[in-house]
């Protein structure tokens, strides 16, 4: 127009500005294929009218609540099928075997370890401080190991080698060969809780992990109540078979019970996202998990590896002052240290029976809270928000910490009181299933903050036992229960604390990435003319 020839501008852009979507192609395809089967003109069975398709939008809500929501695409659900079968029934033995091979000793000891090895005065005590040492010992070293070592290896072949200790325990003959024992049993058992939780937090989003973390620590409940009907049974059908006692086939069963789950580790663990080689998984599943996880804000393994100065980057952040604290409130605020139920039954001269089977009763009540609790938490109403749940569940404890301190209560108030004090023995479950939203910058560290939280408590709980929990102050306990109440409003005062710090956090980080953003768009730009 003017007789000048016509430029090309060429603008040369910093790649860092550029932001480029890695999606997993087939994933991408599933939501498509979902968008467009929305749009066509044929309702869906729950969008028609009529009682049948009432019914079934009913139960789409209800499936929002007690589990996950029925509008995730095709494949993220088969996904969480397998990963569920899989994983959390592998988890659930596995804990479940880990607190029979923990608690077995106790039920041995009454049933005729004590007189076969002339057990006295306080080694009973001993046993289970040396069991604790080993198992407090065994925390830290696995989980980060678990970051190098596959934890379908690391925590399989440790459970294996936990159950041949088990068998080894039948054939003791004198108390420090059972020292020993129980120290390396602890030892091998300190990786699997810290690893397991580490691991199934790497797996799920916030609004899925609450109920899965839940129903794997709700097994250690029934455990406890399972030892006991087990002891009794290998004691009245067992005993003198082979030439071995009752308390010998004790350990014998639960040696046998858990080295299968021990093999079936090697194959139903996944290991983490990042390295999963999980035959029931596919390539594009594994994409998938690593995809929803960044895509609620998580950094992947790697990311923040292990190397010698990041436990003092750990320790700057106060993650590592807090939430081992938290654990110490959560545990000492569940009256469980002493079996006081059962003695209050026995001061009232209760039969045997009654003695035995009216308790279990409160671990019944414990597991039905946590999983609804957990179930609410995950659900729309929360939102993957844990601080209500852990104040609903405390709630009850600390109602009944305080009527049983009273005491002077009508006696079907003290059984009201006792059954309810038991609602908090879920809420472990819920506080871990906390730490990915405290804790999304790095991977690493929640696996170390899991298993020193977990230490933590296991040492503070010796000296509370001393301290309000003595065996004389039965059946009342008196302090025990005051302590519980007074460290579940502190556990709660906590948790709103940590509510407001992760919220600070995440707007920090929001911060942090606008401006990031904003750098790259302001880098300069490189305008070229060339003559056409």
Same mark, same amino acid.
């Given at each position: 127009?003017? $007789? ?11 790649? &860092? ?45 209800? #499936? ?44 041995? *000891? ?19 401080? !040396?069991?604790?040492?080993? *198992? ?6 696995? =989980? ?26 039948? &054939?003791?003959?004198?108390?420090? #060969?059972? *020292? ?20 199934? &937090? ?14 794997? *620590? ?11 009907? /087990?002891?009794?049974?290998? @004691?009245?059908?067992?005993?003198? !078979?082979? $030439? ?13 019970? &858990? ?15 990042? +390295? ?38 750990? %320790?700057? #952040? ?11 409130? =959560? ?43 957990? %179930? ?31 005491? +002077? ?21 819920? @506080? ?16 170390? /903050? ?83």
């Amino acid at each position: 127009m003017d $007789g000048k020839p016509p430029m090309l501008l060429l603008i040369s852009v910093p790649t &860092s500005s550029l932001f480029v979507p890695q999606l997993d192609s087939k994933y991408c395809v599933a939501h498509v294929d979902s968008h467009s089967s929305q749009s066509s003109d044929s309702p869906k069975p729950w969008e028609k009218p009529g009682f049948k398709a009432k019914a079934h939008r009913t139960w789409r809500n209800i #499936q929002r609540y007690i589990w996950d929501d029925p509008d995730k695409p095709a494949i993220e659900k088969k996904f969480l099928l397998k990963l569920d079968f899989f994983l959390l029934t592998y988890t659930c033995l596995g804990y479940f075997c880990k607190n029979l091979d923990q608690q077995n000793i106790n039920n041995a *000891y009454v049933s005729g370890m004590k007189e076969a090895l002339n057990m006295g005065g306080s080694q009973l005590t001993y046993m289970g401080n !040396v069991f604790t040492a080993g *198992y407090v010992v065994g925390q830290l070293p696995a =989980v980060i190991l678990s970051t190098k070592i596959r934890p379908s290896i690391l925590v399989s072949t440790l459970e294996i080698l936990w159950a041949v200790l088990t068998f080894c325990c039948a &054939s003791v003959k004198t108390v420090p #060969q059972l *020292y020993a024992l129980r120290f390396l049993i602890g030892l091998c058992e300190g990786a699997f809780f810290p690893v397991i939780i580490y691991l199934i &937090s790497s797996w799920y989003t916030k609004v899925e992990r609450g109920k899965r973390v839940t129903i794997f *620590y709700a097994t250690a409940t029934m455990a406890g109540m399972f030892s006991g009907y /087990l002891q009794a049974a290998a @004691y009245k059908n067992l005993n003198g !078979v082979m $030439g071995h006692a009752g308390w010998q086939w004790l350990y014998i069963i639960c040696g046998t019970i &858990s080295l299968p789950v021990g093999v079936i580790g090697y194959f139903f663990n996944p290991d983490f996202p990042e +390295n999963s080689r999980a035959f029931y998984l596919t390539p594009d599943e594994t994409a998938l998990a690593r995809q929803r996880l960044l895509r609620d804000g998580y950094k992947p393994l790697g990311a923040s590896a292990w190397d010698k100065t990041k436990i003092f980057r750990i %320790m700057k #952040q106060w993650q590592f002052w807090v939430l081992p604290l938290g654990y110490f409130f =959560v545990q000492s605020s569940f009256p469980s240290a002493q079996p006081a139920f059962a003695l209050y039954l026995k001061s009232t001269h209760r039969t045997v029976y009654e003695i035995n089977v009216w308790p279990t009763g409160q671990a019944a009540i414990g597991v039905v809270v946590q999983i609804i609790a957990a %179930m609410l938490s995950d659900s729309p109403l929360l939102n993957g928000r844990r601080w209500q749940a852990i104040t609903f569940m405390q709630a009850g404890t600390f109602i009944g910490a305080v009527i049983i301190a009273a005491w +002077n209560v009508p006696e079907g108030a003290r059984f009201f009181a006792y059954y309810i004090s038991y609602m908090c023995a879920g809420v472990p479950g819920i @506080y871990y299933s906390w730490f990915p939203e405290l804790i999304p910058h790095d991977h690493e560290m929640r696996g170390f /903050l899991t298993a020193l939280s977990n230490i933590v408590s296991y040492i503070n709980q010796i000296w509370v036992a001393d301290a309000v929990w003595r065996t004389a102050e039965a059946p009342r306990f008196r302090p025990g229960f005051i302590f519980a109440a007074v460290t579940g409003v502190c556990l709660v005062l906590l948790s709103i604390g940590l509510h407001f710090l992760q919220l600070r956090d995440t707007r920090i980080r929001e911060k942090e990435a606008r401006e990031a953003a904003q750098v790259d768009v302001e880098a300069p730009v490189n305008i070229e003319k060339v003559e056409l």
